[in-house]
């Protein structure tokens, strides 16, 4: 069985991303998955994060039968600013790592990483293989952080790769300019689950009093999203009720629309209880704005809608979209997506359905998995 160390950008609990659908996925493999490390500052914005500093030490939790999730050491902050503060944490990191490593049995695992500043922590783990699966253009986040030097240890890890995957073909074509070896696998969807909102579902209680049609909105309400050409609709269509499910990401201003009528936030929800949601919407809602990290970005709300064969409008960006635009509807401006939204709510002929259902059974998580697998095997990485 192939021992694997992963070094997550996202905690294993409540939001199954791309990390954690991979790591469940890998066959004969034993898995450590860290969460990733909580800055020694956020406690200041966020209460729950002193828990997370105190129980950083606390022994594993098992979360399915081959993978257990850690904790990392509290990290200084400034880390994406100041290239000797990195390295700091990095060497406290792998130092913790590699008492994990030896309490499993563990020697030479295939080191699995998911962020940039993992450059200054690979030398000081020991590995047989380092896999890079890069989901974001780190740099473009904004906040407490130099992006060039983002960009620059970025590079130097892939470098330093045996393989590097990419959710999205621009990031996939710059780190190829380190590892020629870089392949573009975009995100997925939990097929099985998903598809589920393409049958009749039970109507949850805090949609009972929001009237049809519904056009919904799954995922973190952050800085990308556009939300200026959903404010534009809804005026546009009082008898629309828009919805977002989600939550609410610090800095984004949503007064505008939360002072219409028609427009929801009923918050973030369980992950199982999507399908209920979804099928009670009658258009599912792809909204990013035009900026870096929307262009790099491969949503995996897009492929879950996929998979349920329900109507769907879509920003043009990410690039991923135009793929699928024989299927779905494209707007490319704010009078435009109101207008693509009216076309959605008729968007509902069988055959079209079933194209989108398809869709989405080629893009499951057990497909994206499985083209990894099949790469790293041809290389005896795994």
């Not at 509290?74 to 994990?100: D, E, M, T």
């Not at 949503?299 to 879509?314: C, D, M, N, R």
Request: charged share 25%; proline share 8%.
């Amino acid at each position: 069985m192939k021992q694997i160390v992963c070094l997550a950008t996202s905690p294993w609990y409540p939001i199954p991303t791309r990390k954690q659908q991979v790591m469940r996925r890998l066959h004969d493999a034993e898995v450590l998955y860290f969460d990733p490390a909580v800055s020694l500052l956020a406690p200041l914005k966020d209460r729950s994060a002193a828990e997370k500093l105190r129980a950083w030490k606390a022994p594993g939790q098992k979360v399915t039968d081959h993978v257990t999730v850690y904790g990392l050491p509290p990290v200084w902050p400034f880390y994406n600013k100041y290239r000797w503060i990195n390295r700091r944490n990095q060497r406290r990191a792998a130092a913790w790592i590699r008492q994990v490593m030896e309490r499993h049995g563990f020697e030479k695992p295939v080191l699995w990483v998911y962020s940039p500043v993992c450059a200054d922590l690979v030398e000081h783990v020991p590995h047989s293989a380092l896999v890079y699966d890069c989901v974001d253009r780190h740099s473009a986040y904004g906040g407490l952080m130099d992006p060039a030097l983002v960009d620059r240890m970025e590079l130097e890890l892939a470098a330093r790769c045996d393989m590097v995957f990419a959710t999205a073909e621009p990031l996939c074509r710059r780190l190829r300019e380190a590892n020629p070896r870089a392949a573009f696998i975009p995100n997925g969807a939990d097929d099985a689950l998903f598809r589920q909102a393409a049958s009749p579902r039970p109507l949850p209680a805090d949609l009972a009093d929001v009237p049809e049609p519904r056009l919904g909105f799954v995922g973190a309400l952050q800085r990308c999203i556009e939300y200026g050409w959903v404010e534009n609709a809804a005026r546009r269509n009082p008898g629309w009720s828009f919805v977002f499910i989600g939550g609410e990401k610090p800095g984004v201003d949503l007064s505008a629309l939360k002072a219409l009528p028609n427009v929801s936030f009923l918050g973030l929800k369980p992950h199982e209880t999507l399908p209920d949601y979804l099928a009670n919407f009658q258009v599912l809602l792809n909204l990013f704005d035009d900026s870096d990290l929307s262009r790099d970005v491969s949503p995996l709300k897009f492929y879950e809608y996929l998979a349920t064969g329900k109507p769907i409008v879509s920003t043009p960006q990410p690039a991923q979209v135009q793929a699928y635009a024989s299927i779905i509807q494209i707007a490319r401006s704010a009078d435009e997506f109101a207008d693509r939204c009216a076309e959605a709510l008729d968007d509902t002929a069988p055959e079209r359905t079933e194209a989108r259902l398809e869709a989405g059974r080629r893009s499951s998580w057990d497909a994206r998995v499985g083209e990894m697998e099949e790469t790293l095997r041809a290389m005896g990485i795994l």
